[in-house]
C-alpha cells in the first residue's frame, strides 16, 4: 500500500524564470524566422540564376546551329534588313513570332532568330573569296515565364560567291563566329 505524506513547497521566485524562458523562446523563434528568410531568398536567388544559365545555354546553341546553317546554305533564310539592335530589342514577341523569323523549340525553350546581311568586303579573303558579313540575332525564351528571355547576337563571316575588286591592301580573316555579344 502506497503512502503518500504532505509536504508543502515553498518558493519566493515569483516566475521570473518562466518570464526569461519566454524571452529565450521569443528571440529564438525571431532568429529562426529571419534564419528562413534568408535559405528562402537565397534558395530563389540560386533558382533564378540556375534559369537565367540554362536559357542562355540554349541561347547559345541556337546561336550554334544558326550559324552552322547560314554557313552550309546558299540561300539565306530568315533575312531581314540591316536594322540597329535596339530596334530588335523593342520589337514586340508577335513580331518575332511573325514569318520574319526562324522559330523553334530547343529543350523546352522557344527560340527565334533572325539574319541580317552586313555587306561583303572585297580586301579581306576568306580562302581565294572576299568576305561576306551576316548577323545573327537570337531570341531564347521560356514558355512558363514571358519575363524570362535572353537576346544573343553575333557577326558571322563565309566566302563570298561572286568576285569583287578590291580597292586597298588584301588581308585574309578566317571564316565563322567574329564576334559576340548577349544583348539586354
Same mark, same amino acid.
Given at each position: 500500500?502506497?503512502?503518500?505524506?504532505?509536504?508543502?513547497?515553498?518558493?519566493?521566485?515569483?516566475?521570473?524564470?518562466?518570464?526569461?524562458?519566454?524571452?529565450?523562446?521569443?528571440?529564438? /523563434?525571431?532568429?529562426?524566422?529571419?534564419?528562413?528568410?534568408?535559405?528562402?531568398? /537565397?534558395?530563389?536567388?540560386?533558382?533564378?540564376?540556375?534559369?537565367?544559365?540554362?536559357?542562355?545555354?540554349? /541561347?547559345?546553341?541556337?546561336?550554334?546551329?544558326?550559324?552552322?546553317?547560314?554557313?552550309?546554305?546558299?540561300?539565306?533564310?530568315?533575312?531581314?534588313?540591316?536594322?540597329?539592335?535596339?530596334?530588335?530589342?523593342?520589337?514586340?514577341?508577335?513580331?518575332?513570332?511573325?514569318?520574319?523569323?526562324?522559330?523553334?523549340?530547343?529543350?523546352?525553350?522557344?527560340?527565334?532568330?533572325?539574319?541580317?546581311?552586313?555587306?561583303?568586303?572585297?580586301?579581306?579573303?576568306?580562302?581565294?573569296?572576299?568576305?561576306?558579313?551576316?548577323?545573327?540575332?537570337?531570341?531564347?525564351?521560356?514558355?512558363?515565364?514571358?519575363?524570362?528571355?535572353?537576346?544573343?547576337?553575333?557577326?558571322?563571316?563565309?566566302?563570298?560567291?561572286? @568576285?569583287?575588286?578590291? @580597292?586597298?591592301?588584301?588581308?585574309?580573316?578566317?571564316?565563322?563566329?567574329?564576334?559576340?555579344?548577349?544583348?539586354?
Amino acid at each position: 500500500m502506497l503512502v503518500m505524506l504532505p509536504y508543502e513547497i515553498k518558493s519566493k521566485q515569483s516566475g521570473i524564470v518562466l518570464a526569461l524562458v519566454l524571452v529565450f523562446i521569443f528571440i529564438f /523563434a525571431v532568429l529562426s524566422v529571419w534564419a528562413l528568410n534568408l535559405c528562402l531568398l /537565397a534558395n530563389k536567388l540560386s533558382h533564378n540564376q540556375f534559369h537565367k544559365l540554362s536559357i542562355s545555354m540554349a /541561347a547559345e546553341e541556337v546561336l550554334k546551329n544558326a550559324e552552322a546553317h547560314l554557313n552550309k546554305s546558299d540561300t539565306i533564310s530568315c533575312n531581314i534588313p540591316m536594322t540597329t539592335t535596339q530596334e530588335l530589342l523593342h520589337h514586340s514577341l508577335t513580331w518575332w513570332q511573325s514569318s520574319v523569323s526562324c522559330a523553334g523549340n530547343f529543350q523546352h525553350f522557344q527560340y527565334y532568330y533572325v539574319i541580317e546581311f552586313l555587306g561583303y568586303d572585297p580586301c579581306a579573303l576568306v580562302g581565294q573569296s572576299s568576305a561576306s558579313y551576316f548577323r545573327v540575332t537570337v531570341l531564347a525564351t521560356t514558355q512558363k515565364k514571358l519575363g524570362a528571355r535572353v537576346f544573343l547576337q553575333s557577326t558571322f563571316v563565309k566566302p563570298n560567291k561572286i @568576285a569583287l575588286v578590291c @580597292a586597298g591592301n588584301k588581308y585574309s580573316i578566317s571564316a565563322g563566329r567574329q564576334t559576340w555579344r548577349e544583348l539586354n
